[in-house]
T-cell receptor
Framework: NAGVTQTPKFQVLKTGQSMTLQCAQDMNHNSMYWYRQDPGMGLRLIYYSASEGTTDKGEVPNGYNVSRLNKREFSLRLESAAPSQTSVYFC????????????FGSGTRLTVV | RKEVEQDPGPFNVPEGATVAFNCTYSNSASQSFFWYRQDCRKEPKLLMSVYSSGNEDGRFTAQLNRASQYISLLIRDSKLSDSATYLCVVHSGGYQKVTFGIGTKLQVIP
């Protein structure tokens, strides 16, 4: 089925470890996003990629890096995980950036201990 | 003041009831408005857009009040399957200007 595929679905890291969250979409969308969702807070934008070859910081980029590998794939890397990065991470894609055409992946539940 | 504010609830309503949620936004230049639905431990999915003239989709009605800077979602004849969290989304232009509310949790009770 067409959509956004995220891996892994669950991960437990120790403080200081690194990991990469993978995201791929097969809808030929130009724009891709990484959000985090924490209790009592709305989805917050970490990084986005308006088109292949470009990436930009969102609201909460500290501690993260991203790579837009090609039009389909957009990865998020935690170089040195911290407990404050315990969250649910969602990748999303859209044709245009208006808020209505977002397709989200199923999420990654990350716990940093 | 937060850019987008929602009452987190939960709203516990019996089946068949009518329930309404509001969402206020602070940026008067906001351009587009949406409601997303998020089931427990799932990803958000677009429920409906909110137009200036209001719009209806079956049992769901969304309205925009620009003067008072809020949008609303009305659900009629609530079903058990409507139980979810409803996220208000406001777009103020540009890639960094899509703001999600914290969501309002609805629990429909048999």
């Amino acid at each position: 089925n067409a959509g956004v595929t995220q891996t892994p679905k669950f991960q437990v890291l120790k403080t200081g470890q690194s990991m990469t969250l993978q995201c791929a979409q097969d809808m030929n969308h130009n724009s891709m996003y990484w959000y985090r969702q924490d209790p009592g807070m709305g989805l917050r934008l970490i990084y986005y990629s308006a088109s292949e070859g470009t990436t930009d910081k969102g609201e909460v980029p500290n501690g993260y890096n991203v790579s837009r590998l090609n039009k389909r794939e957009f990865s998020l890397r935690l170089e040195s995980a911290a407990p404050s990065q315990t969250s649910v991470y969602f990748c999303a894609s859209s044709e245009e950036d208006r808020g209505d055409g977002y397709t989200f992946g199923s999420g990654t539940r990350l716990t940093v201990v | 003041r937060k850019e987008v504010e929602q009452d987190p609830g939960p709203f516990n309503v019996p089946e068949g009831a009518t329930v309404a949620f509001n969402c206020t936004y602070s940026n008067s230049a906001s351009q587009s408005f949406f409601w997303y639905r998020q089931d427990c431990r799932k990803e958000p999915k677009l429920l409906m857009s909110v137009y200036s003239s209001g719009n209806e989709d079956g049992r769901f009605t969304a309205q925009l009040n620009r003067a008072s800077q809020y949008i609303s979602l009305l659900i009629r004849d609530s079903k058990l399957s409507d139980s979810a969290t409803y996220l208000c989304v406001v777009h103020s232009g540009g890639y960094q200007k899509v703001t999600f509310g914290i969501g309002t949790k609805l629990q429909v009770i048999p």
